[in-house]
């Protein structure tokens, strides 16, 4: 990015809401303001409810996630314009031809389409939260999939 005088210059969204914080006192479970976060990011067309009570800090992309999730910290504004960006341009992994170069055993081509059936809207946020195994096996996914012919 680069800087002009004070002025930072956004690449993506540029002065766009991205997210809503919905901020209770330490002694409200911020999981009980769900609902009241949901409605003010519908009404506001942002993707992202952000609750915390000073203690606890909970992540919510309502409209793929059923619950919010405890996280450790805020999100920087430009992870969440990033991520805000890849659900403008994200595809169904399906769609997206094997690039027969890359992957030339049945087997591969078995293994990156019961991968890719996974990664629908439904299956997407299990998929990246994992157990930790599989990182190489994403990897070479991502390679046969998205490399340019």
Known sequence: MRREGRVR???FIESRSTAVIEAKKAATNPGEAADQGKA???????P???LANGEEIRFWE???E??????KTFFSQ?????????RIVRKDPMSVPIDKK????????????????EMT????????????NGHGAMSATATAVAEPR
């Open 40 to 46: 003010y990011g519908e009404k506001l067309g942002v």
């Open 78 to 86: 430009d992870d969440l314009e990033r991520w805000a960006a890849t």
């Open 102 to 117: 890359i992957v030339e055993r049945d087997y591969q081509t078995d293994c990156i389409n019961a991968l890719c059936r």
């Open 121 to 132: 809207d439904a299956g997407a946020a299990q998929a990246a939260r994992g157990n930790g």
């Open 9 to 11: 210059k956004k690449p």
């Open 48 to 50: 992202y409810v952000v």
């Open 66 to 71: 059923p619950f919010p999730r405890l996280v």
């Open 62 to 64: 309502y409209d793929r």
